[in-house]
């Protein structure tokens, strides 16, 4: 499956590279500032930079649009006419639904919603599809996607609550973890940066025994000792964390059901192109 992305930003550029490392095949690129998308290539001699984003349409068979909710509403409209109903769109724009993208183009749209850790090619990528697409085409796009981390069938109802699971993910937790290891160096004891290596080790080997096939009550039961410090810390956190992650969703809910309000011009409307 030849892969073009539209939008060489951090996303972008992060699955572009993906592919080039995981793959002999061309993996086509476009974007609006050519000197980006030459950046991005520059590693890869398996990576062509398109002059245009229909050139780079006529060489695929997968756009990944990888552009801002706007931005990329505003692409579909001059490149969804342009698709084939043998093609696959696959967008990274988690606010506009599939229905929405159906109504400009006939190829078959897919939402990808993918991760930093696709770097080195770990991690899951949340695929949602329409309900029309071909079983065939389900297992070219996995098999395509398996190169650079784990593909994870979800409805598109669950696009959100699992986007903050995995896309947003890396950063939420990292953000907890500066925070203990600020308050680590707060004890006087150890400083900042110390603490922040050592909690990097620390998720480096738990994301092994993870791997292991270890669970997450598991971890808990092997290292809590009736009456030890590790249960003294697991009382003293109580349900402070439910508290903290209940807060978080409702906060990108909120927001993501507002953006869907109020930045995606109805399809019907918008269809003169």
Same mark, same amino acid.
């Given at each position: 499956?030849?892969?073009?992305?539209?939008?060489?930003?951090?996303?972008g550029g992060m699955?572009?590279?993906?592919?080039?490392?995981?793959?002999?095949?061309?993996?086509y690129v476009y974007?609006?500032?050519?000197?980006?998308?030459?950046?991005?290539?520059?590693?890869?001699?398996?990576?062509?930079?398109?002059?245009?984003?229909?050139?780079?349409?006529?060489?695929?068979?997968?756009?990944?649009?990888?552009?801002?909710?706007?931005?990329?509403?505003?692409?579909?409209?001059?490149?969804?006419?342009?698709?084939?109903?043998?093609?696959?769109?696959?967008?990274?724009? &988690?606010?506009?639904?599939?229905?929405?993208?159906?109504?400009?183009?006939? =190829?078959?749209?897919?939402?990808?919603? !993918? &991760? %930093?850790? *696709?770097?080195?090619?770990?991690?899951?990528?949340?695929? &949602?599809?329409?309900?029309?697409?071909? !079983?065939?085409?389900?297992?070219?796009?996995?098999?395509?996607?398996?190169?650079?981390?784990?593909?994870?069938?979800?409805?598109?109802? *669950?696009?959100?609550?699992?986007?903050? %699971?995995?896309?947003?993910? !890396?950063?939420?937790?990292?953000?907890?973890?500066?925070?203990?290891?600020? =308050?680590?160096?707060?004890?006087?004891?150890i400083d900042r940066?110390?603490?922040?290596?050592?909690?990097?080790?620390?998720?480096?080997?738990? =994301?092994? %025994?993870?791997?292991?096939?270890?669970?997450?009550?598991?971890?808990?039961? *092997?290292?809590?000792?009736?009456?030890?410090?590790?249960?003294?810390?697991?009382?003293?956190?109580?349900?402070?964390?439910?508290?903290?992650?209940?807060?978080?969703? =409702?906060?990108?809910?909120?927001?993501?059901?507002?953006?869907?309000?109020?930045?995606? !011009?109805?399809?019907?409307?918008?269809?003169?192109?």
């Amino acid at each position: 499956m030849k892969i073009g992305i539209i939008g060489t930003g951090h996303m972008g550029g992060m699955l572009a590279r993906a592919f080039a490392e995981t793959s002999s095949e061309c993996v086509y690129v476009y974007n609006r500032t050519a000197e980006k998308a030459e950046a991005v290539a520059a590693d890869f001699t398996n990576m062509a930079v398109c002059n245009t984003w229909r050139s780079l349409v006529s060489c695929v068979d997968a756009v990944i649009l990888c552009t801002k909710a706007a931005d990329g509403f505003h692409m579909m409209q001059q490149l969804g006419p342009a698709l084939s109903r043998n093609q696959l769109l696959l967008t990274t724009i &988690s606010s506009i639904d599939l229905d929405q993208w159906q109504e400009f183009t006939p =190829a078959t749209p897919v939402k990808l919603i !993918p &991760s %930093l850790t *696709q770097t080195v090619h770990k991690g899951a990528l949340l695929v &949602s599809y329409p309900r029309t697409i071909s !079983p065939e085409d389900k297992l070219r796009l996995e098999q395509k996607l398996s190169a650079i981390g784990r593909p994870y069938v979800i409805d598109e109802a *669950q696009v959100r609550v699992c986007s903050d %699971l995995t896309s947003c993910g !890396p950063a939420f937790l990292t953000s907890i973890c500066q925070s203990w290891a600020q =308050a680590a160096a707060q004890t006087g004891n150890i400083d900042r940066a110390e603490a922040e290596s050592l909690l990097a080790s620390m998720i480096t080997g738990l =994301a092994a %025994l993870l791997e292991a096939g270890m669970t997450f009550e598991q971890v808990i039961d *092997q290292i809590r000792v009736p009456g030890g410090v590790t249960e003294l810390g697991l009382e003293a956190l109580g349900d402070g964390p439910l508290q903290l992650f209940t807060r978080l969703h =409702a906060e990108t809910a909120r927001y993501a059901n507002g953006h869907k309000r109020n930045s995606v !011009p109805s399809p019907l409307a918008s269809r003169q192109v």
